[in-house]
């Protein structure tokens, strides 16, 4: 069985959420895409059937994913198998297809494993059998790739021979999988869509590699056979602490039992135990007394260590009896359980003595019992952060999100002003410039996220919150999502990074956010540095938290000397101290501003000779109290601070010649002292002269090139080069273009290819009756504030960016131009097409009028709101359906003289060969029918000129379904609403002499449909 190209394309589409697809299409169009998708669907299944067919009798039948989540279409199709007796477990060997590749892998295709017979950990044993397995089977490590569950569908892998030949690398990837359960390590083959569509049976070549993939699958284990033990083995920790971290460090447990030096009894006892201790079985290292250490898994059965500087030193002796243990989860300091009936959650015996024996087994309910016990003290989580997140798996999957959203927006380290992290109301919070862009809270029990996403893309189950969008920029909300749709829907998190390049070129000229002034920095080194997340997450830390209504906040203007210290030197976010006294032991200037100083008082920041800038703010940390410095013998009195954001810098010279600030005290003093207390008038009229954040410069104007080919790619005409010939001179030469035809000759499909093939950014829009100059040029519309400001309507649109004011050259498709009263619709535009300047009656924000105007010889130009640029090499194509052209409006000379009219007619000679290339054309291969089709074509032409559109419906529905007479009463005969009686019925009685065609049922639905009496 063999795959096609529209395999593939299927998931070529901008839109995949149904909302969207009704939006921006028809009805019928909508319908068409779910057909096609059930059609793709069904061949995925029956290939895969195919496979399943001619692979080991020991699988069990194949699961394919439907292909809809219930309210998106999917961006790929993927099936699972696996062996009839392993149905319960996660592990599988996997196949799936998208828009790029084909790929079959060995897969874990559960988030976690709490339902599944085997464990992720156990899953992931095929890496320590991968030897074994490319020797047995033969494999060709090059072709083979390795990727992990971080890594995308359209990322680039590495190959399995460059994983087994870097050993570093191994050790990474080791180190991913035991960071967190809900990872694991993917291997397999990832072909291109090319070398996939070479193949003349897919199915065959898929089947190959999974029986190769069989190998290492059953390398996974099912979780049913593994028979593993679990033991306690006290470590001696109560008495020498140096026994554990030896062990630790040697990566064992061990013991000293030897006769003559305890009793016999117990040296046979425990000798005995340790050597039923085998590879695989899991130890939890004891302190006695209900304490726990860690838990390891054997590695090593019991042996006597050789080398000398390994003995464990303890009371003289050397112990050197033990077995090698990989220690995977390990405590600073024992966890104890404090529950009643101890021995019993255990699964032991009442009667046990617990403290005095080196080792005993264990069952597997007392081993779960202790794992549970450790997790929650290793993953205690603050009372802040326990509020949001509900395990330290779930906090460190939103901090990697985290990472990778700032990633998208261009932001690798922290430190950068454009973001802010802020803890509020039991809500983490992500800003970016003026937006928050990401969110997490909890809501009974369920972890939910804050998305910034298009509105058109949430799906209605969602809570939405609009943002303040511009008028003229496609409307962003904040969508309440919950966690697990979001891990499990891929196209939900394309729309989401896609949505955060949106969010950075929105703001591309801002230099920092306003919400910084609430931000924790600890939170943010978290993000870019996963070893500060155990200590910001289980240890409380100091926030900026909003004063209180009842409590007055002070304002501060401390002075820096750069010779002395900057504040540069204190954004590592600690706190910071400054004596109330010199080094003399006099008190400083304004002692009464150390006095008066209060935790989260604010603090500006002005650095003195030779920078005379105000460059941050602050806030005090603590008040007056005794800290201890260099320079003095003992501890001095003193206020502790901390820097919060950088302010872009206000010069002395402007600072000290507003008039509202001549009486302020630093200014008085010529900023001679340190610390100076200001009003929160002074305080907030300094940050008011704070330079703008947006930097203005000269852009480049953007440009299409005429140099690439115009390609139709699955398009086909009849006069293919004359086509091509005609609109490619065209358009070089200047001229707008107009395509007219017939309905369903391919118009509009053609004009987004032209732009596609020029690589130019487009909007497309169906022109209506109601049009104006409002629709297309723009007007007035009343803002929020009852104030009005001008709306830029379709046109002006492709010229402008309305959040930067930057030019743009966005190409414009009109569908059925000629539906519009042009001369009304299109006013001032007909002389701005020619090369005029055009003064619009209408006022910008900045009160100049706007101006349309031609590039002409500029390259670059300055960002302004007033102005609104045509670029030289920017088209206007529109679509006419010229059977409506004597009911619609007549088009001016003066219109038309300006564009160039290209027909995209019905073909000429209508004949066998002709549909052929149309069937090639549309992927549609081995049709019957090829020359009934051919003649309905023809005689449908005789009463009614119609285009390849409708011929394309008929051919895929009499694919499927032979039954040619409802194809025509479903995609032919309503065409002929308009026709007389008389040329209905002769284009009945001209096609009922085919075979495949009933001319009584016609006949019948014509009385219906037209009231025709025949």
């Known amino acids: ?35 096609t998708y059930k059609e793709s669907w069904g061949s995925w299944k029956a290939l895969m059937q195919n496979v399943y067919n001619s692979i080991s009798s020991e699988f069990s039948e194949p699961i394919t994913e439907s292909w809809t989540n219930g309210w998106s279409v999917r961006t790929r199709f993927w099936t699972r198998l696996k062996y009839k007796d392993r149905e319960q477990s996660s592990s599988c060997i996997a196949a799936m297809i998208n828009e790029y590749t084909l790929r079959v892998y060995l897969e874990w295709h559960k988030h976690s494993s709490e339902s599944s017979s085997t464990s992720v950990q156990e899953h992931n044993l095929w890496l320590d059998h991968m030897e074994e397995w490319i020797e047995s089977e033969n494999i060709n490590t090059s072709e083979y790739s390795v990727w992990t569950t971080a890594e995308g569908d359209d ?34 083959k990832v072909f291109s869509k090319k070398e996939v569509l070479s193949w ?19 390398k996974t284990q099912d979780g049913s056979d593994v028979k593993r033990n679990y033991w306690l083995f006290n470590v001696y920790h109560s008495q020498n602490p140096m026994v554990w971290e030896k062990s630790r460090e040697y990566g064992v447990a061990a013991m000293q039992y030897e006769e003559g030096k305890q009793k016999l009894a117990a040296v046979t006892r425990n000798l005995n135990i340790i050597k039923e201790i085998a590879i695989g079985d899991y130890v939890i290292a004891y302190t006695g007394n209900k304490g726990f250490l860690a838990i390891g898994q054997v590695t090593k059965p019991f042996f006597n260590e050789e080398d000398e500087s390994k003995f464990i030193d303890v009371n003289g002796e050397g112990w050197r009896q033990r077995i090698g243990v990989e220690w995977f989860k390990t405590l600073d300091e024992p966890v104890r359980s404090s529950e009643s009936g101890f021995k019993s ?28 016990l450790m997790d929650d003290e290793s993953t205690a989580l603050t009372n802040t952060f326990s509020g949001i997140f509900n395990s330290m798996e779930e906090a460190e999957w939103t901090f990697n999100l985290t990472n990778q959203s700032l990633n998208q927006l261009g932001i690798l380290e922290p430190g950068d002003q454009r973001v802010s992290m802020t803890l509020s109301s039991k809500k983490l919070r992500v800003n970016f410039c003026k937006w928050l862009i990401l969110g997490f809270y909890k809501d009974e029990e369920r ?9 058109s893309e949430i ?11 511009e008028e003229s920029e496609e409307p962003i909300a904040i969508a309440h999502v919950p966690a697990e749709d979001f891990k499990n829907d891929s196209h939900l998190q394309k729309v989401y990074f896609d949505t955060l390049k949106m969010v950075k070129d929105r703001f591309k000229n801002y230099s920092k956010s306003p919400y910084r002034k609430a931000h924790i920095p600890q939170l943010e080194q978290a993000v870019f540095n996963p070893e500060k997340r155990p200590e910001v997450l289980t240890k409380e830390f100091y926030s900026t938290i909003p004063p209180t209504e009842d409590k007055k906040t002070r304002y501060f203007w401390l002075t820096a000397s750069p010779s002395i210290w900057s504040v540069e030197e204190i954004k590592d976010g600690g706190a910071v101290n400054y004596t109330a006294y010199n080094e003399k032991g006099n008190k400083r200037r304004v002692y009464s501003a150390f006095e008066n100083a209060r935790p989260e008082d604010k603090i500006i920041f002005y650095e003195s000779t030779p920078r005379k800038e105000i460059v941050a703010q602050g806030e005090v940390v603590k008040g007056l109290h005794e800290v201890e410095e260099e320079g003095f013998d003992e501890p001095i009195l003193g206020v502790s601070f901390r820097y919060i954001e950088d302010i872009t810098p206000i010069s002395w010279e402007t600072i000290s010649q507003v008039e509202e600030l001549q009486s302020c005290s630093p200014i008085k003093n010529g900023a001679q002292g340190s610390l100076f207390e200001i009003t929160k008038e002074e305080f907030e009229t300094i940050l008011s002269l704070e330079p703008t954040n947006e930097v203005i410069k000269e852009v480049k104007i953007p440009t299409v090139s005429f140099k690439r080919k115009l390609n139709l790619y699955n398009l086909y005409f009849e006069d293919k080069d004359l086509l091509l010939k005609q609109v490619e001179t065209a358009l070089r030469n200047g001229k707008h273009i107009i395509l007219t035809g017939p309905p369903g000759t391919g118009k509009s499909k053609l004009a987004k290819q032209i732009c596609r093939s020029f690589e130019a950014d487009y909007k497309m829009a169906t022109a209506t009756s109601d049009w104006s100059t409002y629709e297309t040029i723009g007007g007035y519309r009343p803002k929020s504030d009852g104030t009005l400001s001008f709306n830029p309507g379709l046109f002006l649109q492709c010229f402008k960016d309305g959040n930067n004011n930057k030019p743009i050259n966005k190409w414009l498709i009109i569908d059925e131009m000629n539906r519009a009263d042009i001369d009304k619709a299109f006013g001032s535009l007909f002389s701005a097409l020619t090369g005029d300047t055009i003064t619009l009656n209408f006022l910008a924000e900045s009160g100049h009028p706007l101006l349309l105007r031609p590039q002409g010889e500029e390259e670059t130009m300055e960002p302004n709101n007033h102005e609104y640029l045509i670029p030289n090499d920017w088209r206007l194509i529109g679509t006419m359906n010229t059977m409506d052209k004597a009911s619609l409006y007549e088009m001016s000379y003066a219109f038309m003289r300006r564009f160039a009219f290209i027909p995209v007619g019905v073909p000429k000679r ?39 559109a409708i011929v394309e419906d008929l051919a895929k529905y009499t694919a499927l379904d032979s039954n040619f007479t409802s194809a025509i009463i479903l995609y032919v005969l309503p065409q002929f609403e308009g026709l007389m009686d008389k040329e209905i019925l002769e284009f009945i009685e001209g096609i009922s002499h085919l075979k495949e065609v009933d001319g009584e049922l016609l006949k019948q639905f014509a009385e219906d449909f037209f009231h025709v009496k025949g």
């Open 459 to 469: 799906n209605d189950a969602y809570h939405k919150n609009m943002f303040a969008n």
């Open 1 to 35: 069985m063999k795959l096609h190209e529209k395999h593939f394309e299927l998931f070529d589409r901008e839109f995949f959420l149904f909302a969207k697809l009704k939006e921006e299409m028809s009805p019928e169009e909508v319908e068409r895409v779910k057909e």
């Open 345 to 372: 959650r255990m699964g032991l015996d009442s009667a046990t003595v617990m403290g005095s024996a080196s080792i005993f087994k264990i069952p597997e309910e007392g081993y779960r019992f202790v794992q549970q």
């Open 200 to 218: 003349d049976e897919a199915d065959q070549e898929i089947a190959k590699i999974i029986e190769e993939l069989q190998g290492i699958y059953d």
């Open 155 to 188: 990322e680039k892998y590495i190959t399995l021979d460059t994983f087994l030949r870097d050993k570093e690398l191994q050790k990474q990837y080791k180190e991913l999988l035991s960071t967190s359960e809900g990872r694991w390590i993917r291997v397999g």
């Open 447 to 455: 972890l939910f996220l804050e998305l910034a996403l298009p509105e």
């Open 910 to 948: 209508i004949d066998e060969d002709l549909v052929q290339h149309f069937l090639n054309a549309w992927d549609i291969s081995d049709y019957k029918y090829t020359e009934v089709l051919a003649v309905t074509w023809q005689k449908i032409n005789d009463y009614r000129q119609i285009g390849p």
